[in-house]
C-alpha cells in the first residue's frame, strides 16, 4: 500500500451531524450540560489541566456512539482524564441523558474526568502536544465501506503520523470493528506502519474493554468484530 496511491482526507470525514428529531430533555442538555463538559480548544496545550482533578494521564476515545464505552471507562478508571469525541449530536445527548437523572439537570454532579469535544477529531489531534495521550479508543467507527470513501476512514496512512506523535511511548491504541472491508484495510495500512507493534487481532472482546452496543448490534447480524491492542514504539 503505498502512500502515493491516496488522497489527502478531506476537510471533515464525518457526514450529518444529526439523525431523527431531539426531544426536548435532550436539547436542554447540549444548551446546558453540554457547555459545562466541553473540551475547548484552549485546554489542548495543557489537556491534563482541563480536568478536576488534574488528570494523571490523558485517554481520548474517537467517535463515542451513544457514550457506554465512555461512561463505563471513565467509571473504571477515577484517576485519568478522558476527552470523548463525537460530531453527531444525537449520540452526545444520548450520553448526557445516561449521565445526568432527569429532572436533576440543575444539581446532578458530573465527572471531573471527562472532556467532550464535538467536532472533527482530527483537528484535536493535531491541536495536542507530542506524547500527551495514554491510550487512545477507535471502536466500530464508520467503516466508509465504498472504495471512493476510503479517504474518509479516521485509520489512515497519512494521518497515522499525527496519532503516532500524541500517544506517548508504550501507549495503547484500541481498534474494533465488524465490518469486513474496515478489518481488510485496517490489518493493511497497519502492516505498512513503523509507529506500532501490532499483535493479531483478536476475535473475542479483551477484559476490561467495556462493550458498546455497535457489538451487540454486530453479532446480532452474525458479523464477527476484531480487536487490535497496538502499543506505540519509542523513537518512531
Same mark, same amino acid.
Given at each position: 500500500?503505498?502512500?502515493?496511491?491516496?488522497?489527502?482526507?478531506?476537510?471533515?470525514?464525518y457526514?450529518?451531524?444529526?439523525?431523527?428529531?431531539?426531544?426536548? #430533555?435532550?436539547? %436542554? *442538555?447540549?444548551?446546558?450540560?453540554? /457547555?459545562?463538559? &466541553?473540551? $475547548?480548544?484552549?485546554?489542548?496545550?495543557? +489537556?491534563?489541566?482541563?480536568?478536576?482533578?488534574?488528570?494523571?494521564?490523558?485517554?481520548?476515545?474517537v467517535?463515542?456512539?451513544?457514550?457506554?464505552?465512555?461512561?463505563?471507562?471513565?467509571?473504571?478508571?477515577?484517576?485519568?482524564?478522558?476527552?470523548?469525541?463525537?460530531?453527531?449530536?444525537?449520540?452526545?445527548?444520548?450520553?448526557?441523558?445516561?449521565?445526568v437523572?432527569?429532572?436533576?439537570?440543575?444539581?446532578?454532579p458530573?465527572?471531573?474526568?471527562?472532556?467532550?469535544?464535538?467536532?472533527?477529531?482530527?483537528?484535536?489531534?493535531?491541536?495536542?502536544p507530542?506524547?500527551?495521550?495514554? #491510550?487512545?479508543? %477507535? *471502536?466500530?467507527?464508520?467503516?466508509? /465501506?465504498?472504495? &471512493?470513501? $476510503?479517504?474518509r476512514?479516521?485509520?489512515? +496512512?497519512?494521518?497515522?503520523?499525527?496519532?503516532?506523535?500524541?500517544?506517548?511511548?508504550?501507549?495503547?491504541?484500541?481498534?474494533?470493528?465488524?465490518?469486513?472491508?474496515l478489518?481488510?484495510?485496517?490489518?493493511?495500512?497497519?502492516?505498512?506502519?513503523?509507529f506500532?507493534?501490532?499483535?493479531?487481532?483478536?476475535?473475542?472482546?479483551?477484559?476490561?474493554?467495556?462493550?458498546t452496543?455497535?457489538?451487540?448490534?454486530?453479532f446480532?447480524?452474525?458479523?464477527?468484530?476484531?480487536?487490535?491492542?497496538?502499543?506505540?514504539?519509542?523513537?518512531?
Amino acid at each position: 500500500m503505498s502512500e502515493r496511491r491516496f488522497k489527502e482526507p478531506p476537510d471533515r470525514l464525518y457526514g450529518r451531524r444529526s439523525g431523527h428529531k431531539l426531544r426536548t #430533555r435532550q436539547r %436542554l *442538555l447540549l444548551a446546558e450540560i453540554l /457547555p459545562l463538559l &466541553r473540551f $475547548a480548544p484552549d485546554d489542548a496545550p495543557d +489537556p491534563a489541566g482541563a480536568f478536576v482533578p488534574r488528570a494523571g494521564e490523558v485517554w481520548l476515545e474517537v467517535g463515542f456512539g451513544a457514550g457506554e464505552h465512555a461512561l463505563a471507562t471513565i467509571g473504571a478508571n477515577a484517576g485519568i482524564g478522558l476527552i470523548a469525541c463525537e460530531v453527531f449530536e444525537n449520540g452526545v445527548a444520548s450520553l448526557l441523558s445516561a449521565l445526568v437523572p432527569e429532572g436533576e439537570e440543575a444539581s446532578s454532579p458530573l465527572p471531573g474526568n471527562l472532556r467532550l469535544w464535538t467536532d472533527d477529531a482530527r483537528a484535536l489531534i493535531r491541536a495536542l502536544p507530542a506524547s500527551s495521550v495514554g #491510550r487512545l479508543f %477507535l *471502536l466500530f467507527p464508520d467503516p466508509w /465501506p465504498k472504495a &471512493r470513501h $476510503a479517504k474518509r476512514r479516521f485509520l489512515h +496512512p497519512l494521518f497515522l503520523s499525527e496519532v503516532a506523535r500524541i500517544l506517548s511511548p508504550g501507549a495503547e491504541w484500541r481498534i474494533a470493528t465488524d465490518d469486513p472491508v474496515l478489518q481488510a484495510w485496517t490489518a493493511e495500512v497497519l502492516a505498512r506502519q513503523e509507529f506500532f507493534c501490532v499483535p493479531p487481532p483478536l476475535a473475542q472482546r479483551p477484559a476490561g474493554w467495556p462493550p458498546t452496543r455497535y457489538e451487540v448490534k454486530a453479532f446480532a447480524a452474525g458479523r464477527q468484530p476484531l480487536y487490535w491492542r497496538l502499543v506505540r514504539r519509542s523513537g518512531s
